[in-house]
C-alpha cells in the first residue's frame, strides 16, 4: 500500500513539476518576441503589418490564425504565413495580391485584382492600369469577385490582364473594352488592337508586344490593328 502511494505521489511530483515549468516558460521574457522579420511585402507598408500583427507577446503563445485574419484585413494581402525562430524571432511572410485593372462605377473606380477582387474604391486612379470598360453587373461588394452577369466574359477579361501582366504590357494599356466579347478591343495610347475572343490570346499579346516594340513612335501613332486574323491588319497615322 506504501508503495503505491509513493508511486501516487511521484506521478503528482512529475504532473506539478511540469506545470510549473510551462508556466515558467509562458512568463518568461526569454520566450517573449523580440525581433519581428516581415518578408513579402512591396505595397503594403511594414508598419502597416506590424499594427495589425500587434504585440506577440510569448512566442508559444501566439494564435497565429488570429493574427493572420488581422492582417489580411488588408485586402491587398492574400495570404500571410508564420515561423517562429526560437527563443525570440517571428517571421512573418506575406503575400499580395497585384492590382490589375480598374472599373468606374457610380463616380467612382474599383480596383481589381488580378481575378477581378474588388480591393478597394477610390474617386481617383492612382497608378497605370487598364479600366475595364463594357462589363456588365450589377452589384459588388469589397473583398469579393466582381459578380457580372456573364462569367465567361468576365473571364476573357480576367485571361488578358494576366497575359498582359505577364508580358509586361499591363502599365501601357488604357483600356480594355468587352462591349462585344466577340471583339475584345485593348487600347494603347491612341492605338486600338482588336483581339477577338480568346481563342489564341497569349499569341495575340505576344504580337501586340512586337508591334509596340516595332513602331518608332508608337505614343505619337492613331488607328487601329487587326489582331483577329492570322496576320495582323493596320490602318496607322502619325498624330501632328
Request: charge should be neutral; glycine fraction near 6%.
Given at each position: 500500500?506504501?508503495?503505491?502511494?509513493g508511486?501516487?505521489?511521484?506521478?503528482?511530483?512529475?504532473?506539478?513539476?511540469?506545470?510549473?515549468?510551462?508556466?515558467?516558460?509562458?512568463?518568461?521574457?526569454?520566450?517573449?518576441?523580440?525581433?519581428?522579420?516581415?518578408?513579402?511585402?512591396?505595397?503594403?507598408?511594414?508598419?502597416?503589418?506590424?499594427?495589425?500583427?500587434?504585440?506577440?507577446?510569448?512566442?508559444?503563445m501566439?494564435?497565429?490564425?488570429?493574427?493572420r485574419?488581422?492582417?489580411?484585413?488588408?485586402?491587398y494581402?492574400?495570404?500571410?504565413?508564420?515561423?517562429?525562430?526560437?527563443?525570440?524571432?517571428?517571421?512573418?511572410?506575406?503575400?499580395?495580391?497585384?492590382?490589375?485593372?480598374?472599373?468606374?462605377?457610380?463616380?467612382?473606380?474599383?480596383?481589381l485584382?488580378?481575378?477581378?477582387?474588388?480591393?478597394?474604391?477610390?474617386?481617383?486612379?492612382?497608378?497605370?492600369?487598364?479600366?475595364?470598360?463594357?462589363?456588365?453587373?450589377?452589384?459588388?461588394?469589397?473583398?469579393?469577385?466582381?459578380?457580372?452577369?456573364?462569367?465567361?466574359?468576365?473571364?476573357?477579361?480576367?485571361?488578358?490582364?494576366?497575359?498582359?501582366?505577364?508580358?509586361?504590357?499591363?502599365?501601357?494599356?488604357?483600356?480594355?473594352?468587352?462591349?462585344d466579347?466577340?471583339?475584345?478591343?485593348?487600347?494603347?495610347?491612341y492605338?486600338?488592337?482588336?483581339?477577338?475572343?480568346?481563342?489564341?490570346?497569349?499569341?495575340?499579346?505576344?504580337?501586340?508586344?512586337?508591334?509596340?516594340?516595332?513602331?518608332?513612335?508608337?505614343?505619337?501613332?492613331?488607328?487601329?490593328?487587326?489582331?483577329?486574323?492570322?496576320?495582323?491588319?493596320?490602318?496607322?497615322?502619325?498624330?501632328?
Amino acid at each position: 500500500m506504501s508503495t503505491l502511494r509513493g508511486r501516487r505521489f511521484k506521478v503528482a511530483l512529475i504532473i506539478c513539476g511540469t506545470i510549473l515549468a510551462f508556466i515558467l516558460v509562458l512568463v518568461s521574457p526569454f520566450f517573449s518576441v523580440t525581433h519581428i522579420v516581415i518578408q513579402g511585402n512591396a505595397r503594403v507598408s511594414q508598419s502597416d503589418i506590424r499594427e495589425r500583427l500587434g504585440n506577440p507577446g510569448n512566442i508559444f503563445m501566439l494564435n497565429t490564425r488570429q493574427a493572420r485574419d488581422r492582417i489580411m484585413g488588408n485586402l491587398y494581402i492574400g495570404d500571410v504565413t508564420f515561423r517562429r525562430d526560437f527563443p525570440d524571432r517571428l517571421y512573418v511572410t506575406v503575400f499580395e495580391r497585384r492590382l490589375s485593372a480598374y472599373v468606374f462605377h457610380m463616380g467612382n473606380y474599383l480596383y481589381l485584382d488580378d481575378f477581378g477582387r474588388v480591393l478597394e474604391v477610390r474617386s481617383y486612379i492612382s497608378e497605370a492600369r487598364p479600366v475595364l470598360q463594357g462589363l456588365d453587373f450589377q452589384r459588388w461588394q469589397l473583398g469579393e469577385v466582381l459578380e457580372v452577369a456573364n462569367d465567361i466574359d468576365f473571364a476573357a477579361v480576367v485571361l488578358y490582364t494576366q497575359l498582359l501582366s505577364t508580358h509586361g504590357l499591363i502599365y501601357s494599356i488604357s483600356h480594355i473594352n468587352v462591349s462585344d466579347p466577340s471583339n475584345i478591343r485593348i487600347l494603347v495610347n491612341y492605338l486600338d488592337f482588336h483581339v477577338g475572343g480568346v481563342m489564341d490570346a497569349d499569341e495575340k499579346v505576344r504580337t501586340m508586344k512586337e508591334i509596340l516594340n516595332e513602331l518608332p513612335d508608337a505614343a505619337r501613332m492613331r488607328g487601329f490593328v487587326n489582331l483577329q486574323q492570322i496576320q495582323p491588319l493596320f490602318f496607322l497615322e502619325l498624330l501632328q
